[in-house]
C-alpha cells in the first residue's frame, strides 16, 4: 500500500513539468514591435504549431469545453490600444458530426497584430491564453506571458500627458479586418481627450448624464404636445376604472409606463448598434448627413407649424390596438406600442433631434441612455397620476395651448435647421450662409415666435385666445412671458451683427470669421497687440501660407496657421513651442472655447508673443494636392482632404479624435503639454502656457 502512494505521488509531481513540455514541443510563439510612425508601432504576437495540432478561435464554437483565444494586455499608463486586434489566418471550420456540433481553429502558422499609440519607452506586458489540440487530445496549458520592449522614442519630460489609461483588461481576438478602436470606455475610435484632459475637464464623466438629460428634456416636451398629453387622463382613467380594483389598476398603470420606457430604450438600443463612435464621427462631419438633417428639421419644423401631419399608416396602429388587453401583460404592453405609433405625428420630430444629438456626442451608449430618458420622462405622467389620481384634477386642461406648444417647437425646429446647413456651407466654404447671414435668419425666427405668442400671427390650428368676463380676447400671463423671452433674445442677437461675442449661444453659431465689419473683434485684437509682448512677437515673425485662402482665424490678430508641418517649419526659425488646435467647423465646444477663454486679451497676448498658433480643422473639405495625399496608417484608407488628414495626425500621434484639443508641443513636435478640450477657465489656461513657456525655455537652453 505504501509503494502504491509513492508511486501516485510521483506521478503527481511528475505530470505537469511533462504537460508543459509537451506543450511547449507543439507550439511556440514570438514576439515583435515594428515602428511605423512616430509615436505607433505594429505589435505582433505569432503562434507556429507542429503538425497536426491547433488552437481556437476567440469564437470557437463547439459544446463550450473548447477555450478561446484571447490576448490581455496589462495596464500601462504610456500604451494606448489602436484598433482592434487583427490577425493574417483563415479560421478553419470542422463539423464533428457524432456530437453535432462545429470547432472553429487555425493551424499551422497565425499571427496576430495591434497597433498601439507608445507615449514613452515602455513595456508592453500581457498574456496569452489559449488552448492547443489535435484531432485526439488537448493538452492542459499555462496562460502564455510576454513583454514586448517598445523603444526608439524621444524622452519627453509630459509623456504622460498623451497617453490614455486602458480601461478595458480584455480585447477579444478579432478575425474581422482591421477597424478603428480604441480601448477607453468607446468601442471604436476614443472620442476622449486623452486621460489627463479627461481627468482635467470630466467631460467623460459628464456625457452621460448630458445625453440622458437631453433625452428626458426631449421627452418632456413631446409629452406636452397634444397627441400624447391628450391620452394622460383617458388612460390613466382606462386603468383605475376597468381593473378590478385599485392595486391591480396601479400594477397595470406601471406596466404600461415600464413598456413605454422599454420601447423607446429599444429604440435607443437600435441607435447604439446603427452607430458606432466612428461612424457618430463620420457622420456628424459628413455632407450628406448634415444636409438630410437639415432638411429633416425643415420638414419637421413645418409641420409642426400646421402646414400637414406626419403619421405612420393607419394600419399599423389598428393591427396593434387588436391585440390590446387589459387582463393580461402581453396586451398592456400593445397599448403602449399604439401610443408609440399613434403619437409618431409629435414625438418623430423630437426622436429625430435626439438621434441627432446622440452622433453628434459620439459616445457608444448615447442610444440607450437618451432614448431611456425620452421614455422615462414620458412614462413618468402615467405612473404617478396612477399613484396618485387626485393629480389628474390639478393638471392643466388640453386644448389650445397645445397647439401653441406644438407651433414653438416648429420654430425652434427651424432655427436648428439653420446650424446644420452652415455646417456644410462652412467645411465647403460656400459662403452662402455666414455669419451674419445666418444670425439674420435667427433673429427673424425668433421675432416671428414673439409675434406669434403676443397673438399677432395665426395659424391654421390655432384657436382663438381666451376671453375675459367681458368679452374681450386676453393674454394669459404664461404666454406673454414666454413672449417677451423670445423677443427679447432676438433683440440679445442683433449685436451680434456687428461683432458681439455672444457668449450664451457661441456653440449654436457659425465661425465668426466671415463677418465684414467686426467691432468687438478689432478692439480685442488692438488690445491684444498692445504692450511690448506683442512688439517682441513682430521681430522675425513668419506668417502663415496654405490654405490662408480658404481659411481664416477665429482669433483676432493671430498669425494662424492651417498646415502642422509648416507651423513646425515656422517654430524652429522663431524658436517659440506650437499651441496645436484641433478643431472643426462643426464644433459646438471649440466656438464655446473660443469665445470664452481663447479670445480673452490677456489669452491672446500670450499667444501673439511666445507661441506658434495652429488650428487643424479635422472635418475641412478642402482637397489635398495629389502628392500629399497618403495611405491612412491606421485602416489604410486614403486620405484626400485636409481634414482628414488632421484627423489621422490627431489619433496616431495624441491618440484622441475629439474636438476641441489643444496639445502644446516644442519645435519637433513632441509633446511638452496637453491641455485638454473644453475647459472654460481663463487662469487655467493662462498658468498652462506659463508652465509651457518654462519648460521650453529649460530645454531650449
Known amino acids: 500500500m505504501n509503494r502504491l502512494l509513492i508511486l501516485l505521488l510521483t506521478i503527481s509531481c511528475i505530470a505537469p513539468p511533462s504537460f508543459a513540455q509537451k506543450v511547449k514541443d507543439v507550439i511556440s510563439w514570438k514576439y515583435n514591435a515594428k515602428k511605423t510612425g512616430d509615436s505607433t508601432f505594429d505589435v505582433s504576437i505569432t503562434a507556429t504549431m507542429k503538425e497536426g495540432w491547433h488552437i481556437y478561435t476567440a469564437t470557437p464554437l463547439g459544446d463550450g469545453s473548447q477555450i478561446p483565444t484571447e490576448i490581455k494586455f496589462d495596464k500601462n499608463p504610456n500604451i494606448k490600444l489602436l484598433g482592434k486586434i487583427t490577425n493574417n489566418g483563415k479560421p478553419i471550420t470542422e463539423s464533428i458530426e457524432i456530437l453535432e456540433y462545429s470547432i472553429q481553429y487555425y493551424k499551422d502558422k497565425i499571427t496576430y497584430t495591434q497597433k498601439i499609440l507608445a507615449s514613452a519607452n515602455t513595456a508592453l506586458k500581457g498574456k496569452v491564453i489559449f488552448q492547443i489540440c489535435n484531432d485526439e487530445t488537448c493538452l ?305 425666427i425668433f421675432a416671428l415666435l414673439g409675434f406669434y405668442l403676443l397673438g399677432k400671427l395665426r395659424f391654421s390650428h390655432d384657436d382663438d385666445l381666451p376671453k375675459n368676463m367681458f368679452g374681450h380676447t386676453y393674454l394669459s400671463i404664461p404666454r406673454l412671458f414666454f413672449a417677451m423671452a423670445a423677443l427679447s433674445f432676438s433683440v440679445y442677437m442683433i449685436p451680434g451683427l456687428w461683432g458681439a461675442p455672444l457668449s450664451g449661444i457661441s456653440g449654436f453659431l457659425p465661425e465668426r470669421k466671415t463677418l465684414d465689419f467686426n467691432i468687438h473683434d478689432n478692439l480685442i485684437s488692438l488690445q491684444a497687440n498692445s504692450g511690448t509682448g506683442a512688439a517682441a512677437a513682430d521681430s522675425g515673425e513668419v506668417l502663415p501660407e496654405k490654405y490662408t485662402n480658404r481659411l481664416k482665424s477665429e482669433l483676432p490678430g493671430i498669425p494662424t496657421f492651417f498646415d502642422y508641418e509648416e507651423a513646425l517649419v515656422a517654430a524652429k526659425k522663431m524658436n517659440k513651442p506650437i499651441l496645436l488646435d484641433f478643431t472643426g467647423h462643426s464644433c459646438v465646444n471649440c466656438r464655446k472655447m473660443e469665445r470664452a477663454v481663447l479670445s480673452k486679451p490677456e489669452v491672446l497676448r500670450e499667444i501673439r508673443a511666445n507661441f506658434v498658433f495652429v488650428s487643424l480643422y479635422c472635418d475641412d473639405k478642402t482637397p489635398l494636392a495629389e502628392q500629399e495625399q497618403f495611405a491612412s496608417k491606421i485602416d489604410g484608407a486614403k486620405i484626400t482632404t485636409l481634414g482628414s488628414k488632421n484627423l489621422e495626425l490627431e489619433i496616431t500621434k495624441f491618440g484622441a479624435v475629439a474636438q476641441p484639443l489643444y496639445i502644446f508641443v516644442d519645435t519637433e513636435g513632441n509633446v511638452i503639454k496637453n491641455a485638454g478640450g473644453f475647459v472654460p477657465d481663463v487662469q487655467r489656461f493662462l498658468n498652462i502656457m506659463k508652465e509651457v513657456k518654462e519648460e521650453f525655455k529649460a530645454k531650449s537652453q
Open 140 to 444: 492542459p496549458t499555462e496562460p502564455e506571458n510576454f513583454n514586448i520592449k517598445i523603444e526608439g522614442l524621444p524622452i519627453t519630460a509630459s509623456g504622460a500627458d498623451v497617453a490614455a489609461q486602458i480601461d478595458e483588461d480584455t480585447l477579444p481576438v478579432a478575425q474581422t479586418q482591421p477597424v478603428l478602436s480604441g480601448t477607453d470606455s468607446n468601442k471604436e475610435v476614443s472620442t476622449k481627450p486623452p486621460a489627463a484632459a479627461v481627468e482635467e475637464s470630466g467631460l467623460d464623466k459628464s456625457s452621460l448624464w448630458e445625453l440622458f438629460i437631453a433625452g428626458f428634456i426631449a421627452g418632456f416636451i413631446a409629452f406636452i404636445m397634444p397627441c400624447i398629453y391628450a391620452m394622460l387622463p383617458i388612460t390613466v382613467s382606462f386603468f383605475t376604472k376597468r381593473s378590478k380594483n385599485k392595486a391591480t389598476g396601479i400594477k397595470n398603470a406601471i406596466f404600461y409606463s415600464l413598456s413605454i420606457i422599454l420601447i423607446f430604450t429599444a429604440i435607443g438600443a437600435l441607435v447604439t448598434l446603427l452607430f458606432s463612435e466612428k461612424t457618430m464621427y463620420e457622420l456628424s462631419t459628413s455632407m450628406g448627413f448634415n444636409l438630410f438633417v437639415f432638411l429633416l428639421f425643415v420638414i419637421f419644423g413645418v409641420s409642426l407649424l400646421g402646414a400637414f401631419e406626419i403619421t405612420l399608416p393607419a394600419s399599423w396602429s389598428s393591427k396593434l390596438d387588436s391585440k390590446t388587453n387589459t387582463n393580461s401583460f402581453g396586451g398592456i404592453f400593445f397599448m403602449a406600442l399604439v401610443l408609440v405609433i399613434v403619437s409618431f405625428s409629435c414625438t418623430s420630430a423630437f426622436i429625430s433631434s435626439l438621434i441627432v444629438y446622440i452622433v453628434k456626442s459620439q459616445n457608444s451608449l448615447g442610444g440607450l441612455v437618451g432614448f431611456f430618458g425620452f421614455g422615462l420622462a414620458i412614462a413618468l405622467p402615467f405612473a404617478l397620476c396612477a399613484f396618485f389620481p387626485g393629480l389628474l384634477n390639478n393638471i392643466a386642461k388640453s386644448g389650445g395651448w397645445l397647439n401653441t406648444v406644438k407651433v414653438t417647437m416648429g420654430f425652434i425646429e427651424l432655427a436648428m435647421a439653420m446650424k446644420f446647413l452652415s455646417n456644410i456651407d462652412l467645411q465647403y466654404h460656400w459662403r452662402l450662409l455666414d455669419f451674419e447671414v445666418y444670425l439674420s435668419i435667427w433673429i427673424v
